[in-house]
């Protein structure tokens, strides 16, 4: 029912939501009701963190390259293996926005290829920022 209105409107509607929080130690916390819990999980499913899902970075790494690269006109930057190798080394905390994010600031900042050189610079940009 609308507000204000006096007919009822029939809705079909399903909701996705995600958390990197842990709902059942939120629920033993008391930060988080377990009612709820059991009205939005009818299909729970578990997406795994980037960190635990390594062999994904080279891929999510070529496909970032190609849209970023599109995006801002360019063609296609090459990405040393080395420099791949580099970035599979992360633990990605900000899973695979903070990775889209690094690909984006090297697409941007790189010469014509991307290189260690490129990646061990951004990580030593960001973790004097982070102290």
């Given at each position: 029912?609308?507000?204000?209105g006096?007919?009822?409107?029939?809705?079909?509607?399903?909701?996705?939501?995600a958390?990197?929080?842990?709902?059942?130690?939120?629920?033993?916390?008391?930060?988080?009701?377990?009612?709820?819990?059991?009205?939005?999980?009818?299909i729970p499913?578990?997406?795994?963190?980037?960190?635990?899902?390594?062999?994904?970075?080279?891929i999510?790494?070529?496909?970032?390259?190609?849209?970023?690269?599109?995006?801002?006109?360019?063609?296609?930057k090459?990405?040393?293996?080395?420099?791949?190798?580099?970035?599979?080394?992360?633990?990605?905390?900000?899973?695979?926005?903070?990775?889209?994010?690094?690909?984006?600031?090297?697409v941007?900042?790189s010469?014509e290829?991307?290189?260690?050189?490129?990646?061990q610079?951004?990580?030593?940009?960001?973790f004097?920022?982070?102290?």
């Amino acid at each position: 029912t609308r507000v204000g209105g006096e007919k009822e409107i029939k809705v079909d509607v399903r909701i996705i939501a995600a958390t990197n929080k842990n709902l059942k130690e939120e629920i033993k916390n008391k930060t988080f009701r377990e009612d709820l819990l059991h009205r939005i999980s009818v299909i729970p499913i578990h997406v795994p963190s980037l960190k635990e899902r390594k062999g994904d970075i080279p891929i999510l790494v070529d496909y970032f390259l190609e849209i970023i690269c599109e995006e801002n006109g360019i063609s296609k930057k090459p990405i040393n293996k080395e420099a791949i190798k580099l970035l599979t080394q992360h633990n990605w905390p900000g899973n695979i926005r903070e990775l889209r994010n690094v690909i984006e600031r090297l697409v941007i900042l790189s010469g014509e290829k991307i290189t260690p050189k490129d990646i061990q610079l951004y990580f030593q940009i960001i973790f004097s920022l982070l102290q």
